[in-house]
Structure formats: structure tokens, C-alpha cells
Nanobody, 120 residues
């Protein structure tokens, strides 16, 4: 059973960088054909894909967030990290990490989500 757990500060000031980590257990982030994603849901809105890092370390980002987003990984700790720079209150959301697979249009495992509020 794969488990994902997000961690990071719940409050970030405007213009700062939001940094979240997703710790993965029960499966390796380097296993072929899987990718590891960050997704968010602002209050009252739908889910938004931020980007992902795949088993080989290649990354892909949402065009609307690409200029501010970086996703990296630490294979020794089996975790991956989101950094979102120059945040504004519009970045306030519940942030999720999830696992996807090349053959599956849906994410099969999700973290529980973590609330991040951008406010001074």
C-alpha cells in the first residue's frame, strides 16, 4: 500500500516561496512508469494540477504556474518537494501530492492534503 504525506508550513507571507514536501512510503519514487504530482484546490474552486516529477527525474509544469514552480526529489529519502515562488493570496489552497501512472488517466494514491494560507 502506497502512502503519501505532505508536510510544510501552513502560513506563508506574500512574495515568499512556498515549500512543501511529500514523503512516500510503500513504493519507490524511482519505479518505472510512475509520476509524482502536486495538485491544489483553492477555496470554492476545483482541482488544479501544478506539475509532476517522473520516475526518471523529469519534470513537467502547468503553463500558468511554470515560471514560479520547481519540483525536485530526494531519492535517498523517497520524497519529492514543491517550491512555488512569489506567492500571493491567490495561491491559498489545499495542496495535495499524488501518484500517477502512464497507463492510468486517474491518480491512484493521494496524500491527505495540507492547507496553505498566503497572508501577511
Amino acid at each position: 500500500q502506497v502512502q503519501l504525506q505532505e508536510s510544510g508550513p501552513g502560513l506563508v507571507k506574500p512574495s515568499q516561496t512556498l515549500s512543501l514536501t511529500c514523503a512516500v512510503s510503500g513504493g519507490s519514487i524511482t519505479t518505472n512508469h510512475y509520476y509524482w504530482s502536486w495538485i491544489r484546490q483553492p477555496p470554492g474552486k476545483g482541482l488544479e494540477c501544478i506539475g509532476h516529477i517522473d520516475y526518471s527525474g523529469s519534470t513537467s509544469y502547468s503553463p500558468s504556474l511554470k515560471s514560479r514552480t520547481s519540483i525536485s526529489r530526494d531519492t535517498s529519502k523517497n520524497q519529492f518537494t514543491l517550491q512555488l515562488s512569489s506567492v500571493t493570496p491567490e495561491d491559498t489552497a489545499v495542496y495535495y501530492c499524488a501518484r500517477g501512472a502512464s497507463w492510468n488517466p486517474l491518480y491512484d494514491y493521494w496524500g491527505q492534503g495540507t492547507q496553505v494560507t498566503v497572508s501577511s
